[in-house]
């Protein structure tokens, strides 16, 4: 079985402060004037082939659930479909928001994860190579690495991996030698079952309320090279902004798949 989660339980206060209008905008069905251009199917329409897709919410979580029922673009996945109330969404950071995802995904007998934050635009290409690829998967993107904004990686030089980050955005520091470094692009694949569920009931309460981060470097930290790739993303947008949303039709233009 394949599955795929995608997180987007947070308030997203940048972006509702970007867009004019008095309504709270559920930032991954944000679209203008077509539900087929919403972050949130473009990542069903790159995944086309998940055994099941689990969406984990929690602001405005009740609009999220009337609009993937109503919405006749997501009828094709829609028995397919879990959706997930991260009722603390906004007690606790991005791990527990995975953390739900995980324990909902743990019900099944999975061969393969593939986790994608909710607010991201990726290319169609990209994430087919994510999905055919038999490896646990990390992504890049193309972006500078700015303590300001990205979460960066780096390989040591026994190959394993290391996510570093910064939640005040001030610095970003590496204490050792290195081969590279990255920018992330924030979707993960994992093909090791037995390894999901031991870093799954590894980790503490705490820790699961802290971001993300914290599972995906305990999963992928001792690693070695040969069991995992990099793949970059060609085209990758992390949509904080309106503005970053607008951007996405200047790479497509018009794409006949979403009309």
Same mark, same amino acid.
């Given at each position: ?10 308030? &997203?206060?940048?972006?509702? &402060? ?20 919403? $972050?949130?199917?473009?990542?069903? #329409?790159?995944?086309?082939d ?16 009337? %609009?993937?029922?109503r ?11 879990t ?14 928001? *995975?953390?739900?995802? $995980?324990?909902? /995904?743990?019900?099944?007998? /999975?061969h ?18 994510i999905?055919?690829?038999?490896k ?9 690495? $700015?303590?300001?904004?990205?979460? &960066?990686?780096?390989?040591? %030089?026994?190959?394993?991996? #290391?996510?570093?980050?910064? %939640? !005040? #955005?001030?610095? *970003? ?6 081969? &590279? ?6 979707i ?16 503490? !309460? ?19 090279? #040969? ?31 979403y009309?």
């Amino acid at each position: 079985m394949r599955l795929l989660i995608v997180t987007v339980a947070g308030i &997203a206060r940048r972006f509702n &402060a970007s867009v004019d209008s008095k309504k709270k905008i559920i930032k991954c069905l944000y679209n203008e004037g077509n539900m087929k251009r919403s $972050l949130l199917y473009r990542l069903f #329409h790159n995944f086309p082939d998940m055994d099941k897709y689990i969406i984990v919410g929690g602001y405005e979580f009740g609009e999220l659930k009337k %609009t993937l029922d109503r919405e006749n673009c997501f009828e094709e996945y829609r028995e397919r479909m879990t959706l997930v109330n991260n009722e603390d969404y906004e007690k606790y950071g991005s791990g527990y928001s *995975l953390y739900k995802g $995980l324990e909902e /995904a743990l019900k099944y007998d /999975a061969h393969e994860i593939i986790f994608a934050e909710g607010d991201l635009y990726v290319d169609r290409e990209s994430c087919e190579r994510i999905s055919k690829a038999g490896k646990n998967i990390l992504t890049v993107n193309n972006d500078p690495i $700015l303590a300001s904004k990205a979460v &960066a990686l780096y390989m040591d %030089t026994q190959g394993r991996v #290391h996510y570093i980050y910064d %939640t !005040e #955005h001030g610095t *970003l520091q590496i204490n050792q030698p290195f081969t &590279a470094i990255f920018n992330s692009g924030q979707i993960w694949k994992f093909v090791d079952g037995d390894r999901v569920r031991r870093v799954f009931n590894k980790l503490s !309460e705490s820790r699961w309320q802290n971001t993300n981060l914290e599972y995906i470097q305990e999963y992928f930290g001792e690693l070695s090279g #040969h069991e995992y790739e990099v793949v970059p993303f060609c085209n990758w947008i992390n949509c904080n902004t309106i503005d970053d949303y607008r951007k996405i039709s200047e790479l497509e233009g018009n794409n006949e798949v979403y009309e």
